[in-house]
C-alpha cells in the first residue's frame, strides 16, 4: 500500500480577531514529507500570497510554531521575574527594560498580569512534556508565568490595605480577555484571577469588558461602565483595550492599578 503523503501549512496567527492584516501578507510555512508535493503547495499561494513563503519538513515546520510561541513565553516570563525583583526593591521595572532595549542586541518584552490565548501559554508544555529532562528554562518560565496572577492579587490586597479597602467587591477587574482589542478569553489572567480567588472563597472582584456588554460570562460581570465604575473603589488594568484609552479621564479619584503601563494619570500603580 502506498504511503500517504503529508502537507502541512502554518500562517502567521493574525493581530486580532477585529483589526486583521490581509490574509495575502501572512508569511506561510509549508511542511510536507514530499519536497516536490510542498514545492507545488507554495506555488499555490504564491499566486495570491504576498508574504515570504518557506518550505521544509513536517517536524520542522510543527516544531517552528512551537519553538516561535517558546521563545515568546520565556521572553514574558524574564520580564514577569523583572518586574518582581524591582517591585522588591522599589525599581522602576519600566524604565530599565526600557533603558536596556536601547542596546540593538536587547528586546525585553513588558511584564503583565499573565500570559493567555492558545498558543503562547500552552505550546512550552508540549516541549517540556515530551523533553522533562531538558527544557529546564521552558519549564521553570512556564511556573513563572502561571504565577504572575497570583502576584498580582498580592499586589492588589498591598493597595486595597494602602487606601483602607476592606471589601473585595469594591474592587473593580478591567478586561475579561487574554489580550487587547479582541473577544477570546482563552486562558485569560484575569480568569486564572478570579479562579484563584474563588478557590480561596475569597468574595468574588467585580469585572467589566467592552467586549462583553450584553452577555455575563463570570460571577459579578457588569455589562456597561459606568455602573461598573459607580461600584467600585479600585480598578485593575488587565488588558489595554482601546476602550480604556479613551475614557481615562473616568477613572480620576478612583485608586487604580495599571498592570500594562499605559494610564497617564497621576499617582497610578504598577505591578
Known sequence: MKK????????????STRARLPLPHNNRTIGADNREIGEKVKQYYASFCQGEIVVTDIRTAEMTKVV??????????????????????????????????MH??????????GVGGHCISVDPWFLVGD??????????????????PVFVLERIHEIMEA??????RRVGLYGLTY?????????????????????????????????????????????????????VDMVVIMVKHDHIKQNWDKLKGKVVLDCHNICPLEGVYHI
Not at 524574564?78 to 521595572?93: G, K, P
Not at 540593538?104 to 498580569?113: D, E, K, S, T
Open 4 to 15: 500517504r503523503e503529508r502537507t502541512w501549512i502554518r500562517r502567521c496567527r493574525l493581530p
Open 68 to 101: 516561535e510561541n517558546t521563545y515568546r513565553a520565556v521572553n514574558i516570563a524574564f520580564a514577569n521575574e523583572l518586574s518582581r525583583i524591582c517591585r522588591h526593591d522599589n525599581m522602576d521595572v519600566y524604565e530599565i527594560i526600557r533603558i536596556c532595549n
Open 104 to 113: 540593538p542586541r536587547v528586546n525585553i518584552l513588558q511584564p503583565g498580569p
Open 131 to 148: 523533553y522533562p529532562q531538558l527544557a529546564k528554562v521552558i519549564d521553570e518560565s512556564m511556573k513563572t508565568n502561571d504565577y504572575q
Open 163 to 168: 487606601h483602607g479597602i476592606t471589601d473585595n
Open 179 to 231: 489580550k487587547e482589542n479582541v473577544d477570546d478569553i482563552r486562558e485569560s489572567p484575569t480568569l486564572q484571577m478570579l479562579d484563584i480567588q474563588e478557590r480561596h472563597l475569597a468574595r468574588p472582584l467585580k469585572t467589566f469588558d467592552p467586549f462583553f456588554t450584553e452577555k455575563t460570562i463570570v460571577k459579578n460581570q457588569l455589562l456597561d461602565f459606568d455602573q461598573f465604575l459607580s461600584e
